[in-house]
């Protein structure tokens, strides 16, 4: 019985059920290794042994690049949409506001001008939309 406590585990780390034993070696030359650097850099991971690993077995890899402009564009978009949003709301009270105060005649003027002004903004819109799809055709890459 003694002999069986000695072989016990005491502690420790559990062993895998499946450990990668199984070892290869390759060597590169330096026009290799500095392309093998720029696409381990440009994955975003942590270990060289999971970024082969993922290389030799096809795994999707996706490389995220971040491009300052990119980020600017993207922040003055999502602000216009939030302005867009508010003149929306500030539309919808504003016509309700503008027929409960005001004669038919007077309102109708008034939505009028109105229109004229939403017009505006809807050709400002198109070109805003525009011009995010030439800043998609030339500056980010397509995804493949």
Same mark, same amino acid.
């Given at each position: 019985?003694?002999?069986?406590?000695?072989?016990?585990?005491?502690?420790?780390?559990?062993?895998?059920?499946?450990?990668?034993?199984?070892?290869? #070696?390759? =060597? /590169?030359?330096?026009?290799?290794?500095? =392309?093998? &650097?720029? /696409?381990?850099?440009q %994955?975003?991971?942590? !270990? =060289?042994?999971?970024?082969?690993?993922y290389?030799?077995? #096809?795994t999707?890899?996706?490389?995220?690049?971040?491009? $300052?402009?990119?980020?600017?564009?993207?922040?003055?978009?999502?602000?216009?949409?939030?302005?867009?949003?508010?003149? #929306? &709301?500030?539309? &919808?009270?504003?016509?309700?506001?503008?027929?409960?105060?005001? %004669? !038919? $005649?007077?309102? /109708?003027?008034?939505?009028? $001008?109105?229109?004229?002004?939403?017009? !505006?903004?809807?050709v400002?819109? $198109? %070109?805003?939309?525009?011009?995010?799809?030439?800043? !998609?055709?030339?500056?980010?890459?397509? &995804?493949?």
């Open positions: 019985m003694e002999t069986e406590k000695k072989f016990q585990r005491l502690g420790g780390r559990k062993p895998k059920t499946d450990p990668a034993v199984h070892r290869y #070696g390759i =060597k /590169l030359n330096d026009d290799e290794n500095a =392309k093998f &650097n720029t /696409l381990f850099i %994955s975003g991971m942590n !270990e =060289k042994a999971k970024f082969i690993k290389m030799i077995f #096809g999707l890899m996706k490389t995220v690049k971040i491009d $300052k402009a990119t980020m600017d564009y993207y922040m003055r978009l999502t602000s216009f949409y939030t302005q867009f949003q508010a003149i #929306g &709301n500030n539309y &919808n009270q504003t016509v309700k506001a503008v027929k409960t105060n005001f %004669s !038919e $005649k007077r309102a /109708l003027a008034l939505l009028y $001008k109105l229109e004229k002004i939403t017009i !505006e903004l809807v400002l819109s $198109k %070109s805003i939309i525009e011009l995010t799809r030439e800043f !998609e055709r030339n500056h980010l890459i397509p &995804n493949s």
